[in-house]
């Protein structure tokens, strides 16, 4: 089965500098990689996603590229603010009847 | 749209009770899951069910049950409460057969056993 990796687990950046979050993927037929963003005592909120057939999508501060030859997908927030510090989950899903498979988490703490 | 509701949001167990923590939605999604998430840690799925009466194992079932008998619900049985269930559990739903793969997540539910 499907099984993600996301690094690093912990990322602190200062507020106006851009987050790197990354993560790979085992299946290569897997084809749609969403990312979610969860706030304390809150449960996971989709924020971007992109399907197989695109390299990068773009909403306002953050993107998300993805490299289907090496497998990988990343988060970008440029710009960060105090209001990104959240635990970011990846995760990846194959076609068919299949749950999506999502990484351990990268805690991001903005600094002011 | 309430989208999916969880219930309770907080509960407390003694070691060898039972309890469901219910799960609806009102999306008309095909596809419930069922996580649970232990402090510091990721989401770990343990059932899921793409349609009413279909339900399979995720990665960590031993000790819960599920049952979908309509569209709406999915709660998740837990008999004989043990400490190492003390997580929060978190349920979901999606309809990727619709173009639609995004999984919409309830609030939680906080679950202690003592």
């Known amino acids: 089965g499907e099984n993600v990796e996301q690094h690093p687990s912990t990322l602190s950046v200062q507020e106006g500098d851009s987050a790197v979050i990354k993560c790979t993927y085992s299946?290569?037929?897997?084809?749609?990689f969403p990312w979610y963003k969860q706030e304390l005592g809150k449960g996971p909120q989709l924020i971007i996603d992109?399907?197989?057939?695109?390299g990068e999508k773009k909403d306002q501060r953050i993107a998300v590229t993805l490299n289907k030859t090496a497998k990988h997908f990343s988060l970008h927030i440029t710009e960060t603010q105090p209001e990104d510090s959240a635990v970011y989950f990846c995760?990846?899903?194959?076609?068919?009847?299949?749950?999506?498979?999502f990484g351990k988490g990268t805690r991001l703490s903005v600094i002011a | 749209n309430a989208g999916v509701t969880q219930t309770p949001k907080f509960r407390i167990l003694k070691i060898g009770q039972s309890m469901t923590l219910q799960c609806t939605q009102d999306?008309?999604?095909?596809?419930m899951y069922w996580y649970r998430q232990d402090p510091g840690m990721g989401l770990k799925l343990i059932y899921y069910?793409?349609?009413?009466?279909?339900?399979d194992k995720g990665e960590v079932p031993n000790g819960y049950n599920v049952s979908r008998s309509t569209t709406e619900d999915f709660p998740l049985r837990l008999e004989l409460a043990a400490p190492s269930q003390t997580s929060v559990y978190f349920c979901?739903?999606?309809?990727?057969?619709?173009?639609?793969?995004?999984?919409?997540f309830g609030q939680g539910t906080r679950l202690t056993v003592v």
């Open positions: 069910s793409v349609g009413a009466g279909i339900t």
């Open positions: 979901a739903s999606s309809r990727p057969g619709q173009g639609s793969p995004e999984a919409f």
């Open positions: 299946d290569s037929a897997s084809n749609y």
């Open positions: 992109i399907r197989s057939n695109v």
């Open positions: 999306m008309n999604h095909n596809y």
């Open positions: 995760a990846s899903k194959e076609p068919g009847n299949t749950p999506l498979v």
